[in-house]
Structures are given as C-alpha cells and as structure tokens.
C-alpha cells in the first residue's frame, strides 16, 4: 500500500508540475505585500539602483511567480520580468477588463490598494483569479501580484 500511495504521489507530481499548481509553486498574499513593502523602501533609498534590482533575476525581488513591476505617469513599464516597456494603461485581461488603468486610478502614495483581474497562472493558458497590491511611490505605480 505504501508504494502504491508513494507511486500515485510521483504521477501526480510529475502530471502536474508543468501547470504550476504544486502547493509551494506560488507566492501568498502575505508574501506579495511584503515583497512590495521591501521595493517600497527600495524605491525610497534609490530609484535608480531599485529598478536595476527589480528588474534582474538575481536582485532580490522575485520569487516563484511574484515580482515587483513599476510604470511611470505615462503608463510606461520600467520595471517587470519580461514585459518592460508595455504600456501598463492599456492592458486588459482576458474579459476585457482594463486592469492596468485600474491599477493607476487606485495607487496612491503610502497606500496600497488591490486589484483583481483574470491572468493565467504562469505556464498556463487558463486565465484565474490574480490580485494586486498597487501602490504610488513618487511618480511610479508599483505592485506585486499573487494568484488566488
């Protein structure tokens, strides 16, 4: 019985893996708000060497799925994994939902707020809940994301 339950385990495992959904695979709300509390007080000690960091692998501001983004007025992407240089306003999720201008009108400094949209949890096409704390620091509009 045991090999049979540790052999179940090991097909699960292995089917699942690639869909991202192994408990441990994704950041929690706890950890996305302390991920972005720490960009906060990055942004505010040095802007510049903030966003080098956010934007490296190894600077210190990713783990598993979250990650630090910050945009500017414009809705410019300064800081993200792979999309620096989108147009933060102008996206929407896959209803349609423009997230990203959201995201602008609710930031606010020393504030955080949430936003909730539909994005597909990382190697998945399938689009699920996804909340993000958003926040204003200077002129930027920061946030870390998690999936729920």
Do not use: S
Request: aromatic share 8%.
């Amino acid at each position: 019985m045991k090999h049979l339950v540790t052999g179940v385990a090991v097909v699960l495992a292995l089917f699942l893996a690639p869909c991202g959904v192994l408990a441990g695979d994704l950041g929690t709300a706890d950890e996305a708000r302390a991920m972005l509390d720490r960009a906060v007080a990055a942004l505010k000690q040095d802007k510049d060497a903030a966003i080098a960091k956010f934007n490296r692998p190894d600077g210190g501001f990713r783990d598993r799925d979250l990650y630090v983004f910050c945009a500017t007025p414009d809705g410019n992407t300064v800081a993200h994994p792979t999309h620096v240089g989108t147009n933060l306003k102008q996206l929407k999720d896959k209803r349609g939902m423009p997230f990203g201008a959201e995201m602008f009108e609710v930031a606010e400094e020393g504030k955080v707020r949430e936003v909730t949209y539909m994005w597909p949890k990382p190697g998945g096409d399938e689009p699920v809940e996804k909340v993000t704390y958003v926040t204003r620091v200077a002129d930027l509009v920061c946030g870390v994301g998690y999936y729920k």
